[in-house]
Each structure stands twice: as structure tokens, then as C-alpha cells.
């Protein structure tokens, strides 16, 4: 018992998740752009998003937002969120159910707001987890400009890209990757269609 506990005390402190990273102003930029992608107005955003751990195809996403209403399919699975009441759907919409179900696209690893609130969520986590200083890059994704990060943590470096609008335009990460295809903004088809 006591060789445990002396080699505990051997290997030093634990590395913690600290809010210090979650700050850094490039980890900033990209979050404060992401978490107000909700709320930024009309568009329509289309991506591609590929499991990196399984050998699953590329699956097409669509975020389409017209006021009050917010369509978002993935694949074959249609979330519709309607002045905050939501309902998940085949893309058909022959089959529904009242609520928001995020594990029709689990083995994706993502949610139906893998383009705003859940990667902002995401990258503050992998910010509190780095293994060093995150850096700011502009990029161009289709043909947008977007503001990035780096976040170096164990195994490799996460990369978040976020439009100016708000909405994600690029994630690379260990587990799915998610690119922006087009982005229009303003008047957009209804979210029904």
C-alpha cells in the first residue's frame, strides 16, 4: 500500500481542465462565433461529414434557418426545430416524433447542433484539454472566409472553423470530420422543403 501511494506522489500532479485554456482568445474568436450561430440570421449551410474511426461512408448535412424555423438533415434523419419546439423526422417526413433525437446520428458523433452549440461545447472542452497554446488562423472553406483555431491536445491537432455568420465551416478531429460544401446567406428556401 504504501509503494502506491509513494509512486503516486512520484508521478507529480494530474493534468486538470482549466477554464484559463477555454480563454485563450483565439479559443474565444471561434466559440463566441459558433454559439451565436443560432441566432445570426437567415442561411443555408451544407456539409460533408465523415467518421474518421469507422469505415462508414461521407454523409451530406444541410442546416437550412428562415426565421423561426430551422431544418437540419443528416443523412436521412430530419430535425426540424420550429420557434423552439422540436420534432425528428425521415427525411421523407413519413415517420415523426415530438423532441429533438440525437441518437439517430450518434454513430456520427455528433449532434443536430454539430453546426453551432455542440461545437462550440466541443471545442472549450478540447480547449481545457491541450497539451499546448492554441493558434488563430484565418482559412478559406467554400470559398467563405472563416476564423480558426489549433488545438494541440495528446495524439494530434483538433481544428475548428467557424463562418463569420456563426456557423461551423470545418472540423477535423480524431473521431469525424465536418466541411463546409456552400454557405448562402439571406433569403433562403422554407425549411420545409
Known sequence: MA???LSACQLGQRP???????ADPAVQAVAGLLEQAEANGD????YQITPTLLDAPTVDASVVSSGETTA???GQVLYVIDSGVGQTCNIDRTQCEPGVNDARVSDLSITHTFWADSAAARLRNDAGRTIGTPQA??????DQPTTCVDIPVAGGT?????LEAGPLARYRGADT???????TAGAVAPADT
Open 3 to 5: 509503494a502506491v501511494a
Open 16 to 22: 486538470t481542465i482549466t477554464n484559463e485554456r477555454q
Open 43 to 46: 442561411f443555408t449551410a451544407t
Open 72 to 74: 437540419i438533415t443528416v
Open 137 to 142: 488562423q484565418p482559412e478559406t472553406v467554400a
Open 158 to 162: 483538433i481544428v475548428y472553423c467557424a
Open 177 to 183: 470530420s465536418i466541411e463546409l460544401t456552400s454557405f
